[in-house]
C-alpha cells in the first residue's frame, strides 16, 4: 500500500494531510502509530484526513500520533484551508469537523485564521469525572479547564521557563480528573493582550505550538479575568493570535507552512 502525503507546520506544530478525495486510504491506529513515529515513520504531533463533504469545501478527521483520535487540531485545520484556498482560489473555504462546519480565512498578510467554534466549559462537557467549577479545579496549581473538542487543563505561572513541562504534563495528562485524558499548559500572563505558552499535548509530548491549546490557553485566561478579548500567543515555535468575546466562536490566526510531500509504501 501507497499512501501519499503532504507534511506542513505552524509554528513547528507539525502535521501530516492524507488526501482521501480521489483514492480512500484506511488509516487504522496501528498503521497511524507507525506514520508518526520520527526515527522509523514521517513523524508528526497530529495527522489530517481529507475527505469529500456535501455540504462544505471538505470534511477532515484528526488523530494523535499515537493512534487515539481528537476532535480539533487548529493547526491542520488551518494548514488543510491553505491547500483548499490554493486549489480553488478563494480567500475562504468551510471544512467539516467533529465540531461543525469551520469557517477559514486567508488574510492580505498571508495567515490563516480558523473559527474553532464555541468553548466546553461544563464539566460533563470536557468532560471531568466529577461536577465542579472548571474555572478552579481542585488540583495543585489551581488550574482551569476547558475543552475546544478536546480536553484543556490551563495552569497560570509566574515564570515559566522554571516549569518543568514533561513532568508535569505527563502527571497531569493522566490524572484521574480526566477520563479522556488532557492536553496540558502553561500560561505566564505578561499583560492583558500577550502571554507566554509552554504545551504538553495529549498524546504528543511537549509541542512548540498548538491552536487548540492557545485557543483553550486564551477562553481560560479570559475566565479568570486575566486577559481581554484578543491576545497574542507567544509560543516556543512562535506567534499566534487568539480571540473570544465571551459569546461566539474562538478565532485562531497564524502562519502556516509547507514542509515536505511525498509517498509512504508499506
Known amino acids: 500500500m501507497t499512501i501519499a502525503f503532504e507534511k506542513m507546520h505552524a509554528n513547528g506544530d507539525d502535521f501530516v494531510i492524507v488526501d482521501c478525495r480521489m483514492r480512500d486510504v484506511t488509516l487504522p491506529p496501528d498503521l497511524i502509530r507507525r506514520l508518526g513515529d520520527r526515527q522509523r515513520g514521517i513523524g508528526f504531533n497530529q495527522i489530517a484526513i481529507l475527505r469529500h463533504c456535501e ?98 487543563c490551563t495552569f497560570f505561572v509566574d515564570d515559566i521557563d522554571q516549569v518543568d513541562v514533561e513532568a508535569r504534563g505527563r502527571e497531569f495528562e493522566t490524572h484521574p ?41 486564551v477562553v481560560n485566561g479570559i475566565r479568570r479575568g486575566l486577559l481581554s478579548e484578543d491576545v497574542d500567543v507567544l509560543c516556543d515555535g512562535g506567534l499566534l493570535r487568539v480571540s473570544w468575546n465571551g459569546r461566539d466562536g474562538v478565532q485562531l490566526a497564524g502562519p502556516v507552512e509547507p514542509v515536505f510531500c511525498g509517498e509512504w509504501t508499506a
Open 177 to 217: 480528573l480526566f477520563p479522556n485524558r488532557t492536553n496540558v499548559h502553561f500560561v505566564q500572563v505578561l499583560d492583558p493582550v500577550r502571554i507566554r505558552l509552554r504545551i504538553w499535548e495529549r498524546g504528543a509530548g511537549i509541542s512548540p505550538g498548538s491552536g487548540s491549546c492557545s485557543c483553550a490557553a
Open 55 to 152: 455540504n462544505a469545501t471538505a470534511d477532515l478527521s484528526f488523530w494523535n500520533a499515537d493512534g487515539t483520535s481528537l476532535a480539533a487540531c487548529g493547526s491542520a485545520t488551518r494548514g488543510v484551508a491553505g491547500k483548499l484556498m490554493g486549489e480553488t482560489g478563494a480567500d475562504d473555504v468551510t471544512v467539516r469537523t467533529s465540531r461543525g462546519i469551520l469557517r477559514c480565512m486567508r488574510h492580505p498578510d498571508g495567515q490563516i485564521s480558523v473559527d474553532m467554534g464555541l468553548p466546553l466549559l461544563l464539566w460533563s462537557e470536557i468532560p471531568l469525572a466529577e461536577a465542579m467549577d472548571t474555572a478552579r479545579l481542585p488540583l495543585a496549581g489551581d488550574p482551569a479547564a476547558c475543552s475546544m473538542g478536546n480536553p484543556h
